[in-house]
């Protein structure tokens, strides 16, 4: 690849800067400068190729070719008393080492002023069937907006087998710890200026479901990654996961009548339905119908490898230190069966199970009458309102 295909961050706040060649070869290749969607922030989003090496299952497992061996996983998976995890599970540790190409978006404050004066970023990981666009979804619903309006840069990011980054193989590479391994590199480039060209003081890890599981593999697995971190869309029940997972009614994403997944093996899922997408994410009528039809045409992909071992990665973070954020809506279905005050606040379990060790800044917050899909909700603003507050009462 050629060097001249790299653009410095230098260059992304300057709205009269051309592109150029960057310094090193763990920049943003095939960059485009861009606004945000919400258009409050100036980015560049492109390439960068990363190199992994991880321990993950080797399951014993071949991808359902047709739906009825699709349904009949998901059958077998939640019913009462399963083996189906220990089983494909029982292959024992496998390596997966490769390199990926993974799609990022790094956004700054379009005022060049402040953007110079920036000094922490925030990786953003996107849930299940999500991708990057979740932080930024349009005016009024950005999070990378209201981030970059208080100082902030956010990098958000395809996870690897979603959207624009590659889509390896679905079953042995796209696990949880290859997932977690992309995030804990990412964060790398980002300490060492590696991305953009630009050295940030501080990282703050934010997820959302999945991603929230993610980033709090980072915190176990790798406790000095984040300075901080901000989990929405979670809690310690899954007990309501298998309802939500059948109103997906999940499909091999090859036969969805999107033409942008059918270069896909099978093992690559997709939601069937917008009725299954309202139904595991939204609450109504607490929503805003151009966001939820805007994320129902952009719906996105996730593995079954993934889903096979996401619970493997889950782990208190005994020695991260730093505060914890835990951001819920108040009728999340998902992790909390619709109801997040019941029998009590549902978030305080997340921060005594998982994070005994974690500053006294920690915090939680209940979005009132939101679902599952946090930002896409009328009280989205409130929710991202209090995340940056969060921050700031932790010096950060």
């Given amino acids: 690849m050629n060097s001249s295909t790299f653009l410095p961050l230098a260059l992304l706040v300057n709205s009269f800067a051309g592109f150029a060649s960057a310094f090193g070869p763990n920049g943003i ?40 061996a699709v349904t009949e996983s998901f059958v077998e998976l939640f019913q009462v008393n399963s083996s189906f995890v220990a089983d494909l599970t029982a292959g024992g540790p496998s390596v997966i080492s490769g390199d990926y190409s993974i799609f990022v978006k790094l956004c700054l404050p379009s005022d060049p002023e402040v953007s110079a004066k920036v000094k922490t970023v925030q990786v953003l990981t996107h849930g299940a069937t999500l991708d990057h666009t979740y932080w930024d979804i349009a005016a009024g619903y950005s999070y990378v907006d209201v981030a970059s309006a208080a100082g902030y840069a956010t990098l958000s990011y395809d996870q690897l087998g ?19 391994a992309v995030t804990h590199a990412l964060v790398g480039l980002l300490r060492d200026a590696k991305i953009g060209g630009y050295r940030f003081n501080k990282v ?3 997820g959302h479901s999945a991603g929230s599981t993610l980033t709090q593999g980072i915190t176990t697995q790798y406790p000095k990654d984040f300075d901080a971190a901000i989990l929405t869309g979670t809690s310690t029940s899954s007990a309501t996961v298998p309802l939500t997972m059948a109103a ?36 109504h009528p607490n929503f805003d119908e151009e966001t939820f039809q805007q994320q129902v045409a952009n719906k996105q992909t996730n593995t079954l490898g993934v889903l096979l071992t996401l619970g493997g990665i889950t782990a ?12 819920n809506g108040e009728n999340d279905l998902c992790f909390c069966g619709g109801n997040c005050r019941y029998p009590t606040d549902q978030n305080e379990p997340v921060l005594s199970m998982f994070y005994p060790a974690a500053s006294k800044g920690s915090q939680t917050y209940l979005a009132a009458g939101a679902g599952h899909s946090i930002a896409a909700h009328k009280s989205g603003p409130d929710s991202f309102k209090h995340m940056i507050q969060f921050l700031q009462d932790n010096g950060l």
């Fill in 162 to 180: 979603v959207g624009k980054s590659d889509h390896p193989d679905p079953i042995q590479i796209v696990q949880a710890t290859s997932q977690v």
């Fill in 29 to 68: 290749s095939n960059p485009a400068r861009s606004p945000s969607t919400g258009g409050g922030s100036t980015c560049i989003s492109g390439d960068v190729k990363l190199s992994i090496n991880t321990t993950g299952i080797k399951l014993l497992y071949e991808a359902p070719q047709d739906q009825m």
């Fill in 204 to 206: 703050v890890g934010v």
């Fill in 248 to 283: 997906f009614n999940l499909i091999n994403a090859n036969t969805d009548p999107a033409p942008r997944f059918k270069h896909l093996p099978a093992g690559y899922l997709t939601e069937q339905s917008a009725v299954g997408i309202q139904f595991a994410f939204y609450r």
């Fill in 316 to 327: 208190p973070s005994t020695e991260f230190t730093g505060p914890v954020d835990v951001v």
